[in-house]
């Protein structure tokens, strides 16, 4: 290990030994970011002797693999896992995706999370927020200081390449998984947010995973569907283009397009920001 990732790793682990002083409850994903912090958080309170719940969402704003992964993650990193059910859209501001979509759906989120801390008496919260999204467009931040949420890997400054090396050096099995954020992503803002349409991307997304390594969005603009795949991918999309046509089309798609700037996060948010 270079001594750069060394010394984050020892600022980490530091710093959750502190928190660890008191019971942890951490919005946990099954990503990377999270399932850092749950083996850092899991590893410190073998020291001190408090508990660690790793909370996850069961959100139907989220990839449907989402609950099973974090299942499986929390089971190898330790904790205690425990599952939220939650639906997005019974807040009624939500239902039309608007560009502050992200900050409703985290207060509402982290509430709920809150509400299950304060039952339990757990006074550390954190999420997995690192360096790389404070510095692109994500209203929900600004929820997750309202409600006094800790971002650990964020206010070290730890990115996400950092992350995910920090992940690997750990062991962490989903160390290179890439990112699946809320499916609301998927749309455009100011459009109705519909379950069925994104079963449908969903399961065209599945698909696409199936077929093609890393990251892997499928964009809806009303007729057209956009797929955003990683810029080495495009061959291997090119050349399995009548199988992806079929699929798409089968799921009611007309219009089928390659952005050829290839996978970005954030692409629904050019002209926001």
Same mark, same amino acid.
């Given at each position: 290990m270079?001594e750069?990732?060394?010394? #984050?790793?020892?600022?980490?682990?530091?710093?959750?030994?502190?928190?660890?002083?008191?019971?942890?409850? *951490?919005?946990?994903?099954?990503?990377?970011?999270?399932?850092?912090?749950?083996?850092?958080?899991?590893?410190?309170?073998?020291?001190?002797?408090? !508990?660690v719940?790793?909370?996850?969402?069961?959100?139907?704003?989220?990839?449907?693999?989402?609950?099973?992964?974090?299942?499986?993650v929390?089971?190898? *990193?330790?904790?205690?896992?425990q599952?939220?059910?939650?639906?997005?859209?019974?807040?009624?501001?939500?239902?039309?995706?608007?560009?502050?979509?992200?900050?409703?759906?985290?207060?509402?989120?982290? #509430?709920?999370?809150?509400?299950?801390?304060?039952?339990?008496?757990?006074?550390?919260?954190?999420?997995?927020?690192?360096?790389d &999204?404070?510095?692109?467009?994500?209203?929900?931040?600004?929820?997750?200081?309202?409600?006094?949420?800790?971002?650990?890997?964020?206010?070290?400054?730890?990115?996400? @390449?950092q992350?995910?090396?920090?992940?690997?050096?750990?062991?962490?099995?989903?160390?290179?998984?890439p990112? @699946?954020?809320?499916?609301?992503?998927?749309?455009?803002?100011?459009?109705?947010?519909?379950?069925?349409?994104?079963?449908?991307?969903?399961?065209?997304?599945?698909?696409l995973?199936?077929?093609?390594?890393?990251?892997?969005? *499928?964009?809806?603009? !009303?007729?057209?569907?956009?797929?955003?795949?990683?810029?080495?991918?495009?061959?291997?999309? *090119?050349k399995?283009?009548?199988?992806?046509?079929?699929?798409?089309?089968?799921?009611?798609? @007309?219009?089928?397009?390659? &952005?050829?700037?290839?996978f970005?996060?954030?692409?629904? &948010?050019?002209?926001?920001?």
């Open positions: 270079d750069n990732l060394l010394s #984050l790793k020892v600022k980490l682990e530091e710093a959750m030994g502190e928190y660890a002083k008191e019971d942890i409850c *951490l919005a946990f994903s099954g990503g990377v970011d999270s399932s850092l912090l749950l083996k850092v958080a899991a590893k410190a309170v073998e020291k001190t002797g408090k !508990k719940y790793a909370v996850t969402f069961d959100s139907r704003l989220h990839p449907s693999c989402d609950l099973q992964i974090a299942s499986n929390a089971k190898e *990193l330790g904790g205690i896992h599952i939220i059910t939650v639906d997005e859209l019974e807040q009624e501001e939500i239902r039309f995706n608007p560009v502050d979509r992200c900050y409703l759906c985290k207060k509402k989120l982290f #509430l709920s999370l809150k509400e299950f801390a304060g039952e339990r008496n757990i006074p550390v919260i954190m999420d997995g927020t690192n360096e &999204d404070m510095h692109v467009y994500r209203p929900g931040i600004r929820a997750l200081k309202e409600l006094g949420i800790i971002s650990l890997l964020a206010e070290l400054h730890i990115t996400k @390449a992350v995910k090396a920090l992940a690997a050096e750990y062991g962490i099995s989903v160390a290179q998984r990112s @699946a954020p809320c499916m609301a992503t998927r749309l455009p803002y100011n459009t109705e947010i519909d379950y069925d349409i994104l079963g449908k991307i969903g399961e065209g997304e599945e698909f995973r199936s077929r093609f390594k890393g990251n892997v969005r *499928l964009r809806l603009h !009303k007729d057209i569907v956009r797929i955003e795949v990683d810029q080495d991918s495009f061959a291997s999309v *090119l399995d283009r009548d199988a992806v046509i079929s699929y798409l089309k089968e799921l009611g798609f @007309a219009y089928i397009t390659l &952005d050829l700037e290839g970005r996060s954030g692409s629904m &948010d050019v002209g926001i920001q």
